[in-house]
T-cell receptor, first 115, second 111 residues
Framework: GAGVSQSPSNKVTEKGKDVELRCDPI?????LYWYRQSLGQGLEFLIY????????KSGLPSDRFSAERTGGSVSTLTIQRTQQEDSAVYLC?????????????FGSGTRLTVV | KQEVTQIPAALSVPEGENLVLNCSFT??????LQWFRQDPGKGLTSLLL???SQREQTSGRLNASLDKSSGRSTLYIAASQPGDSATYLC??????????WGAGTKLIIKP
């Protein structure tokens, strides 16, 4: 697609429920990144994919968070048993590769509210 | 550990003024640097990317420079307009190809 698409744009869920966030990167972009931005805070790195593999999962806050990417394209970030502290904007970005010669393009984010 | 500082944290200027936003790194080993803007409630919009072999980039009224030896980058905005009001973020890519982010400068351009 022309840009990075994220869905849903807004999600309100009850504490303890599972949620799935979706990111559809720019076609041909092999690198995909997930970040989290809490209210008034900077960006927190969660995980990145090069193709379908995730070399660095160190940013995931807990084992309730997982992510996968299939077909080198769409990625889903799953949060199990959501907690109120999971409330944040989840941003996805893609890049042609991870080599650093290309910039990142971000999606508009998913605003997650856990009540 | 690489840390990024953006100064000032907030800036309010009258329309038409030229201004400079600053970004500094504790470790000068930066591979590339990207400036973004973020509007309230929105995602991030890429403004300029300075690649590893470059020292500056220009786009319209924006000019960004990178001095790796001093670990500093500046974003220059000429003839500011109210539509420039946003939070500006700099992000440097480290040797592990990870982006390290500043906390941002909140810019308000007064009509």
């Amino acid at each position: 697609g022309a840009g990075v698409s994220q869905s849903p744009s807004n999600k309100v869920t009850e504490k303890g429920k599972d949620v799935e966030l979706r990111c559809d990167p720019i076609s041909g972009h092999t690198a995909l990144y997930w970040y989290r931005q809490s209210l008034g805070q900077g960006l927190e790195f969660l995980i990145y994919f090069q193709g379908n593999s995730a070399p660095d999962k160190s940013g995931l806050p807990s084992d309730r968070f997982s992510a996968e990417r299939t077909g080198g394209s769409v990625s889903t970030l799953t949060i199990q048993r959501t907690q109120q502290e999971d409330s944040a904007v989840y941003l996805c970005a893609s890049s042609l590769d991870t080599g650093g010669d290309y910039g990142y393009t971000f999606g508009s984010g998913t605003r997650l509210t856990v009540v | 550990k690489q840390e990024v500082t953006q100064i000032p944290a907030a800036l309010s200027v009258p329309e038409g003024e030229n201004l400079v936003l600053n970004c500094s790194f504790t470790d000068s080993a930066i591979y590339n640097l990207q400036w973004f803007r973020q509007d309230p409630g929105k995602g991030l919009t890429s403004l300029l990317l300075i690649q590893s072999s470059q020292r500056e980039q220009t786009s319209g009224r924006l000019n960004a420079s990178l001095d790796k030896s001093s670990g500093r980058s500046t974003l220059y905005i000429a003839a500011s307009q109210p539509g420039d009001s946003a939070t500006y973020l700099c992000a440097g890519m480290d040797s592990n190809y990870q982006l390290i982010w500043g906390a941002g400068t909140k810019l308000i351009i007064k009509p």
